[in-house]
């Protein structure tokens, strides 16, 4: 089983919708969680960490389910700028290093 | 400020060269990280530098690859004897101090063993 899983995708929506991504992690101790964002040939950049409680940043969700293991990436009123690799990412009990999934595609119609 | 830079941003090669390949992360950022990502891939983890402590090099793949860094500045990821399939984007990030913190990616560097 991968350390960290995420919804193979690719994810093609309309502009305006609400898409939610899922992703799952093996390691129990995992202690940080984050969801990364990817253009095409470009670096990752942090979108938002992952707090226990869930968070909101504009029109992004992140929710933790530490009994599930399991991280969720919601984004509402999608735009076209939205199109990206979206980048699950998950401390994997050492403090050395994080692990990332190895991303779900969304697409963004107009 | 100055994000985390990396050079060259293009690298050719012929098999069976060396290349060399440079990371500047941000001042002030203790850890420093390298992955390696093929076409259409994910991030594969490579090696880790935290302050003077020991790296971890669990992720390397093969002798061939090795990486220094001197105190908590620049970073050097060597290839030796490169191989076709060492083909890939070469990504650094630096943060703060762990793992815990975000880490800054740099544009990486586009090596092509030919």
């Known amino acids: 089983r991968k350390e960290v899983e995420q919804d193979p995708g690719p994810f093609n929506v309309p502009e305006g919708a609400t898409v939610a991504f899922n992703c799952t992690y093996s390691?129990?101790?995992?202690?940080?969680f984050f969801w990364y964002r990817q253009d095409c040939r470009k670096e990752p950049k942090l979108l938002m960490s992952?707090?226990?409680s869930g968070n909101e940043d504009g029109r992004f969700t992140a929710q933790l389910n530490r009994a599930s293991q399991y991280i969720s990436l919601l984004i509402r009123d999608s735009k076209l700028s939205d199109s990206a690799t979206y980048l699950c990412?998950?401390?994997?009990?050492?403090?050395?290093?994080?692990?990332f999934g190895s991303g779900t595609q969304l697409t963004v119609l107009p | 400020g100055a994000g985390v830079s990396q050079s060259p941003s293009n690298k050719v090669t012929e098999k069976g060269k060396d290349v060399e390949l440079r990371c500047d992360p941000i001042?002030?950022?203790?850890?420093l990280y390298w992955y390696r990502q093929r076409l259409g891939q994910g991030l594969e983890f490579l090696i880790y530098?935290?302050?003077?402590?020991?790296?971890?090099k669990s992720g390397l793949p093969s002798d061939r690859f090795s990486a220094e860094r001197t105190g908590e500045s620049v970073s050097t990821l060597t290839i030796q004897r490169t191989q076709q399939e060492d083909s890939a984007v070469y990504l650094c990030?630096?943060?703060?101090?762990?793992?815990?913190?975000?880490?800054?990616f740099g544009p990486g560097t586009r090596l092509t063993v030919l």
């Open positions: 990030a630096s943060s703060l101090d762990s793992s815990y913190n975000e880490q800054f």
């Open positions: 390691n129990s101790a995992s202690q940080s």
């Open positions: 992952v707090y226990s």
């Open positions: 990412v998950v401390n994997t009990g050492s403090a050395r290093q994080l692990t």
């Open positions: 001042s002030g950022h203790t850890a």
């Open positions: 530098f935290q302050g003077n402590s020991a790296p971890d």
